[in-house]
Each structure stands twice: as C-alpha cells, then as structure tokens.
C-alpha cells in the first residue's frame, strides 16, 4: 500500500455546526449541509482538510499536506483524509435532556475505518466487537421496554450490558472526552429496518431561520433563509493516512509514522472551526487523533 501509517481522527462539535453544499434548489432547507451517498450527515474530505490545513501553524507540517495554490513548485499531499463519517449525534430525550444516537450503518463506518488503521499499522491493536451493539439501548431512560428520543417512541429490543463500553471496544478506540459523554448520557442503537436509523439521526438536525437587517434601520433587508446544524456534541470520525515524505527545498525526510506524528502533535486536542457561520459561533469543534 502506497501509505504506510495511519491515524484515528475524530471531530466533536462544541458549537452547533454547518458544514454545507451551498444554495441548492429543490431541498427542503435553504443552505443544508453534507450528507454522504446514503443521506447521512457527513464532512467532505476536501472540507477537512483545508480547515486543518489552514488551522496548522507549523509551515514544515503544513507541507504534509501538499502545495499551496499558487506556489511556484506543485507537490502532492503526503497525507491522506477521509470523509469524517457520523459516529453519534444526540437525540433529544423526555429525561436528561439528550442522549447519543447512532446506528448499525454508522457503526459499520467506524469498523471499515479501525479495520484499515489494523491494516496499514500492520497491527491489532484496535478491536471492536459489534455484537454487543445491536440495535439496543443504555437502560437509564427505558420506560416499560420503550424510549422516546427525538419526539419518536421506540420499543427497545434489548438493553446494553453496563459493560458495553468495554466489551464492545469503544473504551480503546474513542477519545476519553466522548467516552464520558456516552457513559453519563447513554447511547442508543438503531436498527435500519424501514431506515429507522436514518430518519431519527435526521430529526437530530437542527434548521435555523435567520434574516438580514438593513443597518441603522432595523428592517429586513434579505430573508427569511433557513440553514441546517449539527447539533452540539456531534460526534464524527474519520482516517488520515500518511506516506513517507522528503523536502524538495531542504532535503529533510520524513518516514511515514513521523508524518503521522507529526501531524497529530500538530491538531490533535486542539480546537478549531470547521465549516460556515464562524463569526455567528458556529463550527468550533475539538479535534482528537489516535
């Protein structure tokens, strides 16, 4: 494989989120944001990467990912980004407030991606075991074998062990920071069965309606539009694949797991806006790497 080591990156939103396509017409909201080929919430690679990119301080890293436009000398990227797939989105609940949602297809995304980290670090390092998550749910807001999350009942087909952060692997894999979050809020796991799974994730997406006022006049001078976010404490993953890089300039070489480590002392744990509406608050998500 032309890339030789890998990095786990996972994306936690501290602000609602907007990583968007654009005006589209014949949508049902104004500016939507990215979905993938199967209509779940995602971000691009190329979305990604140019917010990472433009977040990394250290111009010797920044190479890592290719040339500049403009420069005078083209070069490729040394490092390869996923699309951050969603791994869990909150889901409103009559108790508590929230509770993390995912499902069986957003769980696959997680095990393709740990599968391939195993692969290109020729290791076995990371281990999921997906059993333990079928379509089941944390027993703290189970009622009579049903729970209401996102203005929808639900019977719970089974309830997850109090151990299920560890017997499914998760414990290992996720950053601390959500791992806490899952086990003070729970987590539910929805079946695909009449794409259950997609339309409770989907009415986790918030749309805002937002105006344009005229300055000094306090009247509507654009709108009403209306814009899709992610909400708070979204949770996506994905996977930067590294190769061996050397400076044209310098003749400094870099094998690829310093590439990688280089890149992950660079952004991970640290906090940057992803997407549009930055200076209304939005897009400020943390950035862990693995």
């Known amino acids: 494989m032309l890339y030789e080591h890998a990095k786990l990156l996972f994306i936690r939103a501290l602000t609602p989120i907007h990583v968007g396509i654009g005006r589209t017409e014949g949508y049902h909201v104004d500016l939507p944001i990215q979905r993938d080929e199967f209509g779940y919430?995602?971000?691009?690679?190329?979305?990604?990467?140019?917010?990472?990119?433009?977040n990394i301080a250290d111009k010797n890293i920044k190479k890592y990912?290719?040339?500049?436009?403009g420069e005078r000398e083209m070069?490729?990227?040394?490092?390869?980004?996923?699309?951050?797939?969603?791994?869990?989105?909150?889901?409103?609940?009559?108790?508590?407030?929230?509770?993390?949602?995912?499902?069986?297809?957003?769980?696959?995304?997680l095990e393709k991606y740990v599968s391939v980290y195993n692969e290109v670090n020729e290791t076995t390092q990371l281990k999921l075991n997906l059993p333990i998550l079928k379509p089941a749910k944390t027993a703290k807001y189970i009622r009579h074998?049903?729970?209401?999350?996102?203005?929808?009942?639900?019977?719970?087909?089974?309830?997850?062990p109090s151990n299920y952060l560890e017997q499914s692997g998760l414990k290992g894999i996720l950053p601390d920071d959500v791992v806490n979050n899952i086990a003070s809020r729970g987590l539910l796991v929805v079946s695909e069965v009449n794409n259950l799974g997609m339309n409770l994730v989907n009415r986790s997406v918030l749309v805002q309606y937002r105006v344009r006022l005229k300055r000094g006049e306090k009247?509507?001078?654009t709108g009403?539009?209306?814009?899709?976010?992610?909400?708070?404490?979204?949770?996506?993953?994905?996977?930067a694949l590294c190769r061996k890089f050397k400076d044209k300039e310098s003749g400094v070489e870099k094998t690829p797991d310093q590439v990688c480590n280089d890149f992950a002392n660079a952004i991970g744990g640290r906090t940057?806006?992803?997407?549009?509406?930055?200076?209304?608050?939005r897009g400020l998500v943390k950035i862990y790497m693995r």
Do not use: M
Request: contains cysteine; aromatic residues 10%; proline residues 6%.
């Open 219 to 221: 009247t509507v001078d």
């Open 65 to 69: 990912l290719g040339a500049e436009p």
């Open 145 to 160: 074998g049903k729970i209401f999350v996102n203005e929808c009942e639900l019977e719970v087909e089974d309830a997850l």
């Open 41 to 54: 919430p995602t971000i691009w690679a190329s979305s990604l990467k140019g917010a990472v990119k433009a």
């Open 272 to 281: 940057l806006y992803l997407g549009g509406k930055e200076t209304i608050g």
């Open 224 to 239: 009403p539009w209306n814009e899709e976010y992610l909400p708070v404490e979204t949770v996506f993953v994905s996977l």
């Open 75 to 109: 070069y490729p990227s040394s490092i390869s980004i996923l699309d951050a797939k969603l791994l869990a989105i909150p889901g409103r609940v009559l108790e508590g407030v929230w509770t993390y949602v995912t499902t069986t297809q957003l769980l696959d995304y």
